[in-house]
């Protein structure tokens, strides 16, 4: 009888730790960046209410740090954060999450 190695399955933990995670919350957040600076100019005498881009870009928080050192609060919902900054977390770091495994799948 052969013995099968099984493979210890991955932790979140070691995912949020793996460096292609923080690289892929990087692109994220660099795509967003480029879809807000892509917008159009208002018209004349209008102006574009602050939204979550402007909060999080004045607390300097937009950054995949930041990020990376709250996903885990709110993937498990203890954070502290408003529900704005939550949404914005959980979606560019739920697609870094599902790229992350689809590449290391790859490399198995």
């Known amino acids: 009888m052969e013995k099968e190695?099984?493979?210890?399955?991955?932790?979140?933990?070691?995912?949020?730790a793996n460096?292609?995670?923080?690289?892929?919350?990087?692109s994220g957040i660099s795509e967003l960046k480029l879809k807000r600076y892509g917008r159009p100019k208002p018209k004349q005498g209008f102006h574009y209410k602050r939204d979550w881009y402007d909060r999080m870009s004045s607390n300097n928080t937009f950054n995949a740090n930041f990020f990376v050192e709250n996903i885990k609060d709110?993937?498990?919902?203890k954070s502290n954060l408003g529900s704005e900054f939550r949404n914005v977390i959980i979606f560019i770091c739920g697609t870094a999450l599902?790229?992350?495994?689809d590449e290391l799948k790859l490399k198995l």
């Open 98 to 101: 599902q790229q992350t495994i």
């Open 19 to 26: 460096p292609k995670f923080f690289t892929f919350v990087q």
């Open 74 to 77: 709110v993937w498990s919902k």
């Open 5 to 16: 190695l099984k493979e210890k399955p991955i932790t979140l933990d070691e995912i949020i």
